[in-house]
């Protein structure tokens, strides 16, 4: 079993950044291709960004092209998602996740996830 923890979500005005973390655990984890999900209320989850299992392909969600970085340390078994220029509609609770399968933009593809971490972004 795998477990994921995200970390680092917080209030933070428009134009601002912040990063976030996934810290992987458990007696059978392997390098597996990750990513990052968000939803706010009343959404549906959506993809944020995808990262192959030795982080050498990155994938991103349109919305955060050219501002949001996806990447991978395999020995700290640790994710980060780097956001930068953040706007209120980044606000939602992001989710790092873990697919045995390969790279996917589809929630439902993800086989293990994290309890979520709450980003608040205000005008």
């Known amino acids: 079993q795998v477990q994921l923890v995200e970390s680092g979500g917080e209030l933070v005005q428009a134009g601002g950044s912040l990063r976030l973390s996934c810290a992987a655990s458990?007696?059978?984890?392997?390098?597996?291709?990750m990513g990052w999900f968000r939803q706010a209320p009343g959404k549906e989850r959506e993809f944020v960004a995808a990262?192959?299992?030795?982080?050498?392909?990155?994938y991103y969600g349109d919305p955060v092209k050219g501002r949001f970085t996806i990447s991978r340390d395999n020995a700290k078994n640790t994710m980060w998602l780097i956001m930068n220029s953040l706007k209120p509609e980044d606000t939602a609770v992001y989710y790092c996740?873990?697919?045995?399968?390969?790279?996917?933009?589809?929630?439902?593809?993800?086989?293990?996830w994290g309890q979520g971490t709450q980003v608040t972004v205000s005008s």
């Open positions: 990262i192959s299992r030795g982080g050498g392909n990155t």
């Open positions: 458990g007696r059978t984890f392997n390098i597996f291709p």
């Open positions: 996740a873990a697919n045995r399968a390969g790279v996917s933009y589809d929630h439902t593809q993800y086989d293990y």
